[in-house]
């Protein structure tokens, strides 16, 4: 298998965070960013479907359910690559530590449990860049629905996966859809070398052992080949995005 499966060259570092929506991914990312631009290393962020190219159109074509999930699948995919062009790639190679919100596993659970086929949708993102350290936040899925409707009223249409007319029941349709999504992170950990946390631990717990797998990953070189920057300000075009 193609994708993802080369060691990058370049100067910086990429750490990424992945698993089912309330899995506790930006509450954990946010805080390891912020202890590694503490500590004065040169520090960036990216969101998953964030890309002003498409973001537009995303959100239209989200609306009036237009998109297929081939074409949902080539939508994010050109998201993707935007923001590796335009964003990570040069951030990369300047040796800034890239931080991201959701990566490439995010499209290999979301399009197949869609429908997409496995090897298509891997095969179609082969320029990405492989992490240095992939997280995986393991989340049953009732902690994962109580986290998000402690958080806000009601589950988002695509989040629970209504455009696949599994279940007219959104909390129903939310569980098939997502466990789905759960069991092809479950089965890419091996292939894809995650880091594995216990999502269902404290805030705090989890830090400490991400923190940890860091250190041990990437210590050396963040003392010696990482950018140090007092701090690397957010491109404003990419702060801000959708999921
Ligand atoms: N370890 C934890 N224990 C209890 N609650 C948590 C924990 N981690 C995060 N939360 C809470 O759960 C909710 C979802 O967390 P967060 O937004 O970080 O998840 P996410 O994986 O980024 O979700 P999404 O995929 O929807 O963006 C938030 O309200 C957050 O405060
Ligand atoms: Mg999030």
Not at 127 to 144: G, Q
Not at 153 to 162: F, I, R, S, V
Request: proline letters at 3%.
């Amino acid at each position: 298998m193609k994708s993802l499966s080369t060691p990058h060259r370049h100067r910086g570092k990429l750490i990424i965070v992945e698993g089912i929506d309330g899995s506790g991914k930006s509450t954990q990312i946010s805080l390891l960013s912020r202890w590694l631009r503490s500590q004065g290393y040169a520090v960036a962020f990216s969101e998953w479907n964030s890309s002003p190219l498409v973001r537009q159109t995303t959100r239209r074509g989200k609306k009036k359910e237009m998109f297929t999930p081939t074409t949902f699948s080539l939508i994010h995919a050109t998201d993707f690559a935007d923001r590796t062009e335009r964003y990570i790639l040069p951030l990369m190679r300047a040796g800034a530590i890239v931080c991201a919100d959701r990566y490439a596993y995010t499209a290999f659970a979301r399009d197949v449990a869609r429908g997409v086929n496995r090897q298509w949708v891997r095969n179609l993102y082969s320029f990405a860049i492989r992490p240095n350290i992939a997280f995986y936040f393991r989340t049953p899925l009732d902690v994962a629905l109580s986290r998000i409707l402690g958080g806000r009223d009601a589950l988002k249409y695509y989040e629970a996966g209504m455009d696949l007319k599994i279940s007219r029941d959104v909390e129903e349709s939310f569980k098939v859809f997502q466990g789905r999504i759960l069991q092809e992170y479950e089965d890419m950990i091996e292939e894809m070398g995650f880091h594995v946390i216990d999502a269902t631990q404290s805030i705090e717990d989890q830090q400490k052992q991400m923190r940890a797998v860091v250190k041990r990953e990437i210590g050396r070189s963040l003392r010696t080949q990482v950018l140090r920057a007092p701090v690397l300000e957010q491109n404003p075009e990419h702060a801000s995005g959708a999921r």
